[in-house]
C-alpha cells in the first residue's frame, strides 16, 4: 500500500514537472515569435524608400546646368526621365523636364518690356517666385524657384527695350529647399548669359 502511495506520488510530480515544462516551452515559443515579429517590422521600418533608376543630367534642353545643381531639386525617386523644348532659342526656350511623366521642372528664358522683377516673378499664377529678393535687385527666388535679368547685349540688339528673364519652377507642392532653388536659378541664368546668342562667342 504505502509503495503503492509512494508510486502514485512520484507520478503525480513527475506530472508537474511535464506541465510547467510544456507552459515553459509554450511561453519561450511565444517570445520568439514576438521577436520575429518586431523583427519583421523594424525591417521594415528601416528599409530605405526606392532610390532613383534615372541619370540627372547636365543641362536643360541644352543649356549647361550641373547635374549636382539638378540633383538638388530633382524628385528622389523615379525611372525614367526626360526633357522636351519647343524652342531652345534664348528668349524662347521653355524647357520642361519629366520624371515618369510628371513635370518636375521647368526653365524659361524670355524678352519682356517694361516689366518688373516682381511682375515676372508673380507671372504664374500658382507659385509665387519672390519670397527672397537679392542685394541688387536683379533676382528673386522662393522654395519653388525663381526669376532673375540676364544681360544678353548681343541679342539685345534685336530687342530694343526689352529685358532678358530666366524663370525655374519646381512643381513638387512639398519641395521647400530655397536655397537648392536659388542654385538651380543662379546656374541657369549665367548659362544663358555666357551662350553664344548673348555673347557672340562660338559656343
Known sequence: MTSAIAHAGRERKA?????????R???LLAAVGLTAQLTLVLTACSEPEEARSFTVPSDL???????STLDGVLPETGENLTTRAASREVG????????????????FSEWKKGDSLTKVARSNPFVSLD???SADGTYAWSNRGGVRIVPCPVAEKEHPERDLFVRVL???KEFENSDAAKRLLLDYAEAVAESSACTGSAS
Open 15 to 23: 506530472g508537474a514537472r511535464h506541465s510547467a515544462s510544456r507552459r
Open 25 to 27: 516551452r509554450r511561453r
Open 61 to 67: 534642353c541644352g543649356t549647361p546646368t550641373p547635374s
Open 92 to 107: 524662347r526656350t521653355h524647357c520642361e523636364v519629366i520624371v515618369d511623366g510628371k513635370l518636375a521642372v521647368s526653365a
Open 131 to 133: 519670397e527672397y529678393t
Open 170 to 172: 519646381i512643381y513638387d
